[in-house]
């Protein structure tokens, strides 16, 4: 294994990057959102106007989405609270992906499942989630434990 200078392993820098990249993905996308979150979901329902989904449920949703999506970022991109983070994030893009099977947007669904794979990964190997504000709190308990 290839050793950083910092003396932190490539497992560990190559997770951090990808937290790091897909936080800030849902950081923004849903710091975006929150400017045009009107039209955003006017959009949303015209787009779902064709489906047995009731209005309400769809407007909710789009209402919805800009904090859940900037909740997940906040909690990713600075590994605060990561796991649930992350399964926040899996869970979002489930939604996200019965939504974009309902309108046969399958193109959407594919770009979706690489989001649910990556927060997969990044679950499944949480324990190299060492650059992380989790893991400065809980070295701060340990040190204050001590005392």
């Not at 849902?26 to 779902?48: C, N, P, W």
């Not at 047995?52 to 859940?68: E, M």
């Not at 590994?79 to 979002?92: A, H, I, K, R």
Request: with cysteine.
């Amino acid at each position: 294994m290839i050793k950083a200078t910092s003396g932190l392993d490539s497992r560990v820098l190559g997770y951090t990057t990808l937290r790091l990249a897909v936080g800030m993905t849902m950081l923004v996308h849903g710091a975006e959102r929150f400017g045009h979150v009107s039209q955003f979901a006017d959009g949303l329902v015209k787009t779902f106007a064709n489906t047995w989904l009731p209005r309400p449920a769809v407007l909710g949703f789009a209402y919805v989405t800009p904090p859940v999506e900037l909740a997940i970022g906040l909690m990713v991109l600075p590994g605060l609270f990561t796991q649930l983070g992350l399964l926040c994030g899996g869970l979002w893009m489930v939604a996200l992906i019965f939504g974009s099977t309902l309108i046969e947007q399958y193109q959407a669904v594919g770009v979706q499942l690489v989001y649910a794979l990556i927060f997969w990964v990044l679950l499944h190997f949480l324990e190299a989630n060492l650059l992380s504000v989790d893991q400065w709190l809980a070295a701060l308990r340990r040190r204050s434990q001590r005392r």
